[in-house]
Every structure is written in structure tokens, then in C-alpha cells.
Antibody, heavy 123, light 107 residues
Framework: QVQLVESGGGVVQPGRSLRLSCAAS????????MNWVRQAPGQGLEWVAV????????YYADSVKGRFTISRDNSRNALYLQMNSLRVEDTAIYYC????????????????WGQGTTVTVSS | EIVLTQSPDFQSVTPNEKVTITCRAS??????LHWYQQKPNQSPKLLIK???ESFSGVPSRFSGSGSGTDFTLTINSLEGEDVATYYC?????????FGRGTKLEIK
């Protein structure tokens, strides 16, 4: 079935780095833009980043710009989020989510979500 | 950045009640407004995209409307399984943003 599975979360000290992965199955991964969305404990949803289906176009929330990098490997059906210079306020569940339209562009609403991976930034 | 203001933040509801959640954008966003449902300890799910297009499998009691800066999610005849937090999201301009959410609880 259609599935996104995130991994790579954990506990990390402020200033350190972490790389999240999202493995896709049961769908044509290369056909859609992909997003990362996060949710701090007890808080709402925050969009983090998006990449186009070919990986050439990437956009970020101001809160992570310059520290996080989104990338994808369509040959491996995988999405990544490289997180550097982590801060306590980056503590959250991180979800990968697929754009709902199979085609060029992005921002069509997110129709498939993973279960999330938890990142805790603490000294 | 476009700010989405949802109201109410919280609502206590009874089964079969009609529920209306509003989402107001700080500037016009055309039709790029989507609604999500998140049940406790679950991932969000897409309910409505582009103001009023129901996503596949979503019960017909959920509907969306609005234009420009003011949008509404309506749940006709609420069921117990609809207890959740509902979020609006705009993808009209980057960075994409979500509303703060509306939490529904059963009275």
C-alpha cells in the first residue's frame, strides 16, 4: 500500500546535526513534490520545507533557512532532511508528506503523510 | 508571510451538531486553501483541498467554502469519530503556513 516511513530521529545536543530519511513505497515517488512538516510537543503544525519532483527547486520556512537542507533520491524512493546547528526549538515530530498533484510545481495540498519521527534537541 | 487565523481555538460539541470552523488569511490567497484533520496521536489527514474539493474517501458531511481571505470548514451532523484538531493551510505563497488549529471535543 501507499506508505511513507520516516526514520533518523533521536536525542541530540544543541548545535549538533541530524539527518532524517523518509522511505516511500506503493507510489510513484518521482511524480510529486515532497514536503517536511513538523509539530512541536502539544503544538500545531509547521511547514518546514518542500522540494520539487526532480529535486531542483527547494524552499524553506524562515525558521530553518540556512540550517536545514531538503533533498531527495528518486532512484531510492527517498526524501531527506539534513538538519544542522540544531536548536532546542527544533524539538518536534517531523513528518514527510507528499504533494497531492502528480506533475510539475508544488503546493497542491498534502495527501500522503508518514507516521513521523521524533527529534529532541536537549543538553 | 501569510498568517492564517482560525476560530474558534476550541469547541465542545454534541453528536449530530453542525460545526463551523473559520480560517481567515492576512491577504488574499485565491483558492490555495486546504483543510486537514489530526486525531490524537495520529498523523494529519487531508480532508479538503482548494477550498472545497473533498479528498478521496472523506465523508460527505465535511465540506469547505469561501474565497479570497475567508474560508470555512463545515461538519454537518458531527459524529464521535470527528473529535480531532482541524488545521487550514495556504499554499498560495511561500512559506506555506498553517492555522493554529481548532480542537473539537465531545460534550
Amino acid at each position: 500500500q501507499v506508505q511513507l516511513v520516516e526514520s533518523g530521529g533521536g536525542v541530540v545536543q544543541p548545535g549538533r546535526s541530524l539527518r532524517l530519511s523518509c522511505a516511500a513505497s506503493g507510489l510513484t515517488f518521482s511524480g510529486n513534490a515532497m514536503n517536511w512538516v513538523r509539530q512541536a510537543p502539544g503544538q500545531g503544525l509547521e511547514w518546514v520545507a518542500v522540494t520539487s519532483r526532480d529535486g531542483r527547486d527547494k524552499y524553506y520556512a524562515d525558521s530553518v533557512k540556512g540550517r536545514f537542507t531538503i533533498s531527495r533520491d528518486n532512484s531510492r524512493n527517498a526524501l531527506y532532511l539534513q538538519m544542522n546547528s540544531l536548536r532546542v526549538e527544533d524539538t518536534a515530530i517531523y513528518y514527510c508528506a507528499r504533494d497531492s498533484y502528480s506533475g510539475p510545481g508544488m503546493g497542491y495540498g498534502m495527501d500522503v503523510w508518514g507516521q513521523g519521527t521524533t527529534v529532541t534537541v536537549s543538553s | 508571510e501569510i498568517v492564517l487565523t482560525q476560530s474558534p481555538d476550541f469547541q465542545s460539541v454534541t453528536p449530530n451538531e453542525k460545526v463551523t470552523i473559520t480560517c481567515r488569511a492576512s491577504q488574499s490567497i485565491g483558492s490555495s486553501l486546504h483543510w486537514y484533520q489530526q486525531k490524537p496521536n495520529q498523523s494529519p489527514k487531508l480532508l479538503i483541498k482548494y477550498i472545497s474539493e473533498s479528498f478521496s474517501g472523506v465523508p460527505s458531511r465535511f465540506s469547505g467554502s469561501g474565497s479570497g481571505t475567508d474560508f470555512t470548514l463545515t461538519i454537518n451532523s458531527l459524529e464521535g469519530e470527528d473529535v480531532a484538531t482541524y488545521y487550514c493551510q495556504q499554499t498560495s505563497s511561500l512559506p506555506y503556513t498553517f492555522g493554529r488549529g481548532t480542537k473539537l471535543e465531545i460534550k
